[in-house]
């Protein structure tokens, strides 16, 4: 049988999963939107620089956090 | 292919866990992830024959000059939809399937973090497929303006774009949710003492090449909704009389459509990495630059689109741009290249078939990327824009890179799936018989194109028929080939000796310490990582 982990684990965890999905849900829906939005809004190279610059942003953080919060960051292979 | 639903750690038992279903049902409904990277595989591996069809009808009706078997525009048809069924339904569903299964084993996870979403983004994909190919069927027949769909002709298109349209669009979301999936497991359910700079590196590949999916997915889907509402609701995104700019359709496509690439190399990249250390007996050379280059030929591949563009009138300054940018793009990929050839350096080598496709992986991808560099220089490319030039690069990249790197991970990792190990001597035939047919069906395209053949054409010149000839006769043992795997695969299955935990003496990631055939449930207690 698998072993079960006690519930505010499990709820902790199962939190953790969510608000990672909806910022990785949230980049998605930033190129989706603002693709065709820039189709309106102005400039075509304007318009991909912003998208190029958002997923560097977001990447930069995503990362940037997870290193922050990784209690054995330092170690190496 | 996939282990028995059982939670004991027995390799040859028949029995079926109470709590799951059997038969059909267990594979409708499964939420475990290796039952998940099989339906992946094998779905894959069935659009990878149904694109080689269209392929080899190809070839066929090129064997020759003048229209000897299909019209022209059904031969436009079949160009399109091979080159989106083996981009969307072979290359890509694989690459899905090898996560599925290995990605929640090498980090010691017992599944992936959204099980049913999971589920989910499989069974999306054969309802896509069916779309895109019944679209044959439908009056009109099935797209025909090559796989990247460039307006205005794909406006004007028949009923066959629409469903075309369609498809693309639930692939897209089958993507989208598999990369979300992939990457909160990968961030979120390592096993203990396992560090970011500790995982495998196809697990590094991979958390890489789901970023880049989420990405660039919903760009495509954008694209094609722009394309879609173009065609339907009155905009004019794409159409020149309405305002609109059709040179703007391919500056979103190839925003989308270069980093697609990437994600097509990158797990193949991954699994190289994990099948050259084990037969060198060595660890991989230079880790952490290997995840500094990788992450750096994704952020770069999104810098590098108009490459695909030189010939529609950019101004010199952009072309010079993205010249430099897709030169650049080529150290990072020189120095994994360099760091594989250092792993095997003075490594106690021996070559099974994993490692004889990996190392044809080395020598074909090398080839294929001098041919991009070719391609980066402005002024040659606007010789070789549209010709078989471009045909042949992209092969070598795409089928003796990714393909040959997925075949390699096959045979590296079936006995842990199934607890059997295939027939060696087969194998390395399948591999020689691969290597052979698809240097003879493709190298010659370079000339075909050095020498003014344009691509997407089902007649040409005279001048151009006895490569045309070596490359059919190739292109038709390779598909040979590809059955003599099927082959191998299923008397695997059926007759092979029994697997050990640990095959491969080299081999040294978590995988292996589970027994083969991996038990349904692995890791459910996290391994500690030291």
């Known amino acids: 049988m698998p072993v079960s982990k006690p519930d505010d684990q499990r709820n902790a965890q199962r939190g953790a999963n969510l608000r990672t999905a909806l910022i990785l849900l949230s980049i998605a829906a930033v190129f989706f939107g603002g693709i065709i939005a820039s189709q309106y809004t102005g400039g075509n190279a304007v318009g991909i620089g912003v998208l190029g610059f958002a997923i560097i942003g977001f990447l930069l953080v995503t990362i940037g956090r997870k290193l922050r919060g990784d209690p054995s960051k330092t170690e190496r292979r | ?113 959204f099980a049913r979403l999971n589920n989910w983004s499989f069974w999306l994909l054969p309802f896509a497929a069916a779309l895109l190919i019944s679209s044959f069927f439908v009056p009109g027949g099935a797209a025909a303006g090559g796989w990247t769909l460039y307006a205005p002709l794909s406006v004007q298109a028949g009923m066959g774009m629409d469903m075309t349209i369609f498809a693309i669009h639930i692939m897209g979301a089958s993507s989208i949710m598999g990369s979300i999936n992939i990457i909160t497991t990968i961030l979120n359910l390592r096993a203990p003492g396992m560090t970011l700079m500790k995982m495998p590196l196809f697990v590094w590949t991979w958390l890489i090449t789901a970023y880049l999916l989420i990405a660039v997915m919903p760009v495509l889907a954008g694209t094609v909704t722009m394309l879609l509402t173009d065609r339907h609701f009155g905009t004019s995104f794409f159409n020149a009389a309405g305002g609109g700019d059709p040179v703007m359709f391919q500056h979103i496509f190839w925003f989308f459509g270069h980093p697609e690439v990437y994600i097509m190399i990158l797990p193949a990249f991954g699994i190289v990495s994990t099948i050259l250390p084990t037969f060198s007996r060595k660890p991989l050379f230079g880790y952490a630059s290997m995840v500094y280059a990788t992450a750096s030929i994704a952020i770069l591949s999104f810098l590098v689109w108009a490459h695909h563009m ?40 021996t070559f099974e078939t994993p490692m004889l496709f990996a190392i044809g992986f080395i020598f074909l991808f090398t080839m294929g990327g001098f041919t991009g560099l070719v391609l980066a220089i402005t002024p040659v490319d606007i010789q070789l824009q549209d010709t078989y030039y471009v045909v042949a690069h992209f092969h070598y990249v795409l089928v003796a890179g990714s393909l040959f790197a997925f075949f390699g991970g096959i045979y590296y990792w079936l006995p842990k799936w199934s607890g059997k190990m295939y027939d060696e001597k087969l194998g390395k035939i399948h591999f020689w018989a691969s290597m052979i047919t698809f240097n003879v069906t493709f190298f010659p395209m370079h000339f075909l194109g050095l020498a003014g053949m344009p691509r997407r054409v089902a007649d040409y010149p005279a001048q151009f028929t006895d490569w045309n000839e070596v490359a059919t006769i190739g292109a038709f043992g390779f598909g040979l080939s590809q059955i003599l795997f099927l082959y191998i695969v299923l008397k695997a299955l059926r007759f092979g000796a029994p697997a050990p935990a640990r095959p491969w003496e080299g081999a040294d990631t978590l995988e292996w310490t589970v027994p083969s055939p991996a038990p349904y449930h692995t890791f459910e207690t996290p391994p500690a990582v030291s």
Do not use: C
């Open chain 2, 1 to 113: 292919m996939s282990s028995i639903p059982h939670d004991h750690a027995a390799g040859h038992g028949h029995d079926e866990h109470a709590h799951h279903p059997s038969g059909i049902m267990r594979w409708i409904t499964t939420t475990n992830h290796k039952d998940i990277g099989t339906l992946y595989l094998w779905f894959s591996f069935i659009m990878f024959l149904a694109g080689g069809t269209l392929a080899l009808t190809i070839r066929s009706e090129l064997f020759h000059p003048g229209m000897q078997l299909v019209d022209p525009e059904f031969f436009n048809s079949l160009t399109t939809l091979h080159g989106l069924i083996m981009i969307f339904g072979a290359i890509m569903p694989a690459a899905v399937g090898f996560a599925n299964w290995q990605v929640p084993m090498m980090i010691g996870a017992p599944d992936m973090a």
């Open chain 2, 310 to 349: 030189f010939t529609v009138g950019m101004p010199a300054a952009g072309q010079l741009f993205f010249m430099y940018m897709t030169m650049l793009i080529a150290v990072p990929t020189g120095v994994k290249v360099f760091n594989w050839l250092a792993t095997m350096w003075k490594g106690s080598m």
